[in-house]
């Protein structure tokens, strides 16, 4: 691999004509394969050759063109933000910020933020808006005519940006395997490091999707005594997966009572945490404030739309001193975990990853996450250019 990646870079260095091979977001639910020039690397910048990139819920309702109905992103652009690949050429300058050289594999975080701004020094950094204050300064949603347009992980190069965060991978951890890092950092920061779960600790996880898998792999490794996780009857799959993984109990939330379910096997105590994946359903929320103890936290991570509005009983909230505490995005320390978790694998982690798809079916490898095609039960998705 490296005698190929000096060989790209000596490639890249010289008069050279390289293209890079992407998957263009046209239109809601249209992806076109194009052909792009990549242009040089200054000396702050890099150049990553994509070996795998991962896909989330926020590609679909990227793909479904619910991003662009709400102006948070345009077309065309080149979606993919969970990019792992290979470092082939590196600026000077960016060698020494990011303390990497060519050759080297990496993770990508997919925000890009000032590191000035009053978010950034408080260290808010994944909040930034400075590097772009319009839409989202995040690798996968900026558009083509934004610089050189290679911002994307649908493709075979991403021309890395002076502001990149990435993470150092193993040479010989596995890409379909590696494309999971974001989705176990979110198990990490939500389920432990905001709520401070403890050994012991019983933790209510709402929602069986990638999060949700991530955070019963997280609650685990952090000694939580009690995982107890929330699911659809249609989600069975993934709530055996839950089970193997370590959660002790799995509650369908379509045909049982989730609260009265939580209060019994607490002993009417309640949960010490409770974390919020599911996106859209406001019900979750209700049932978290309703189902932790005493003195307990509750992270709200799911995204439920404009359109949607929880009624929270504030008084509960109150009188419970309940603390509630929203999130958005990973951040470093949750990723500098999930990669040595995942080089650890002690928890049988490519269990999580189900499918892998070669770039020009990115529109199958969508539906496919998104539950769009019969039969395909869906957790972790990947693209390999
Ligand atoms: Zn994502
Ligand atoms: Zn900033």
Not at 92 to 114: F, I, M, N
Not at 333 to 343: F, G, I, V, W
Request: proline share 5%.
């Amino acid at each position: 691999m490296d005698t190929q990646c000096a060989g790209i870079g000596a490639l890249l260095k010289g008069e050279r004509d390289v293209k890079s091979r992407v998957m263009v977001q046209v239109a809601d639910r249209r992806l076109e394969m194009r052909s792009l020039e990549v242009p040089p690397v200054g000396p702050a910048e890099g150049l990553l050759k994509v070996e795998g990139c991962g896909l989330c819920g926020s590609d679909i309702e990227q793909f479904r063109g619910h991003f662009t109905a709400k102006g948070i992103v345009t077309y065309p652009l080149i979606p993919g933000h969970e990019p792992v690949g290979t470092l082939v050429e590196v600026g000077p300058q960016a060698a020494s910020a990011w303390g990497v050289k060519a050759g080297d594999r990496v993770a990508l975080e997919p925000h890009l933020s000032c590191g000035l701004c009053r978010t950034c020094l408080s260290g808010g950094y994944h909040l930034c808006r400075a590097v772009r204050p319009v839409g989202l300064p995040s690798y996968g949603f900026l558009p083509l005519d934004f610089g050189h347009g290679l911002w994307g992980g649908y493709s075979e190069f991403i021309h890395l940006h002076p502001r990149t965060v990435m993470h150092k991978l193993p040479l010989g951890m596995p890409v379909a395997l590696a494309t999971i890092y974001q989705a176990l950092a979110a198990g990490i920061r939500w389920a432990v490091q905001v709520p401070r779960t403890a050994l012991g600790d019983t933790v209510l996880i709402l929602g069986c999707g990638q999060r949700g898998l991530g955070s019963v792999v997280a609650a685990k490794e952090a000694g939580a005594g009690c995982i107890i996780v929330t699911g659809l009857a249609a989600d069975a799959h993934k709530l055996a997966l839950a089970r193997s993984l370590g959660a002790h109990h799995t509650i369908v939330a379509d045909q049982e009572d989730v609260v009265a379910r939580v209060m019994a096997i607490t002993h009417g105590a309640g949960a010490d945490v409770a974390v919020d994946v599911v996106p859209a359903a406001p019900q979750p929320v209700i049932h978290a404030v309703e189902a932790v103890r005493v003195g307990g936290t509750i992270v709200i991570a799911g995204v439920k739309g404009r359109d949607t509005r929880v009624s929270l009983d504030t008084d509960r909230v109150l009188f419970k001193e309940i603390t509630i505490h929203g999130v958005y995005s990973q951040g470093r320390a949750a990723y500098e975990q999930s990669l040595r978790l995942l080089a650890e694998n002690t928890h049988g982690l490519e269990r999580l990853h189900t499918h892998e798809f070669p770039l020009e079916k990115a529109a199958e490898a969508l539906m496919t996450l998104g539950g769009e095609i019969a039969g395909r039960e869906a957790i972790c998705v990947s693209l390999h250019p």
